[in-house]
């Protein structure tokens, strides 16, 4: 999945300067200007978009995305992440969907081939996101991030994180050490939540001690669906806004919490989601390059939102 070092290290050293912050939110931010250091312009970000293959043609293959459609037609709940559609989504429809949403081709005869994502689609996507962090940050609103890709996400919503908690945010982070069994394509298997740097994920059992077992790959609504239920037990806040992927922000979604964060093209449940007013932001992006390559995002994200550190 992951693109090819050359063209994105080549895209990393070009000395682009950056944009501005658009917004002044506060009397911190209006006395220091702050801008987040190598934060890549509207443009810059556009090309290395398609450089790293995070839209533009990227690594998903077009047999897979349409897979997807028919599953999440079906109700198949691997595709739903959590989410429970009101409305009647077939395959054509689907395609529409993602085609509006995400810039995949719309012609239903190409099945085979590289998908598409569009590089405008993912920065408008971007702006969006980034303006509700600073609104949540302007608010000093509780948040709660999670993640089901922990080996290439991790670092982009902990970066987030920590700038959201510099700015006065609550980072949550209930249900820490719980234990919750997800179907695998291994049959069931128990996972425990755990955080790192403020950001949920879910471990394979591998010992009673915190941190024990390693970090997993899941689409599960079942651990965001936990940790919502033991912060509505606990004296503490809700989260006014989740940041995540999959089943995270599918199933808070679903519970009527606003969620938002990147999809990719053969993940039609945030789109849809987003659609019907249940997810507030999805970006379509390929969300499984490898770590390194989502960073010039993040610095654009935070400079946008003025939560450069």
Known sequence: MAAGPGPV??????????????????PAVRSSGAQCPGAPSRGALRAYLRAARLAGAVATPRERSLRSYRLFAA????????????????????????????GVARDPSY?????????????????????????????RLPVLFGTGHPHRLLDFYASLAAALSAA??????????????????????IHRIDYVR?????????????????????????????VLAAAADSSGPLPALVIGDHGWICGAGQ???????????????PFVGEAEGRVAVAVPLDDGVRSAYYRPLTRYVLNRACLSQ
């Open 255 to 269: 519970l009527g919490f606003a969620a938002m964060g990147p999809a990719d093209a053969d993940d039609p449940a």
């Open 168 to 189: 006065g945010c609550a980072v949550l982070s209930p249900a820490q050490g719980r234990c919750v069994d997800i179907t695998t394509r291994f049959g069931l298997r």
């Open 9 to 26: 290290r080549q895209h990393e050293r070009v000395p682009t300067p950056p944009e501005p912050c658009p917004r002044t939110r506060s």
């Open 111 to 139: 099945t085979v081939g590289p998908e598409t994502i569009d590089p405008d689609r993912t920065l408008a996507a971007l702006d969006a996101f980034a303006d509700r962090l600073a609104a949540a940050a302007e608010a």
């Open 75 to 102: 109700r198949d709940p691997r595709l739903l992440l959590g989410l429970d559609p009101e409305g009647d989504w077939g395959q054509r429809e689907l395609l529409r969907l993602m085609a509006d949403r995400c």
């Open 198 to 226: 403020g950001v949920a994920l879910v471990r394979e059992t591998g010992g009673p001690e915190p941190g024990a077992g390693a970090p997993a790959h899941s689409h599960s609504p079942l651990p965001v669906r936990m």
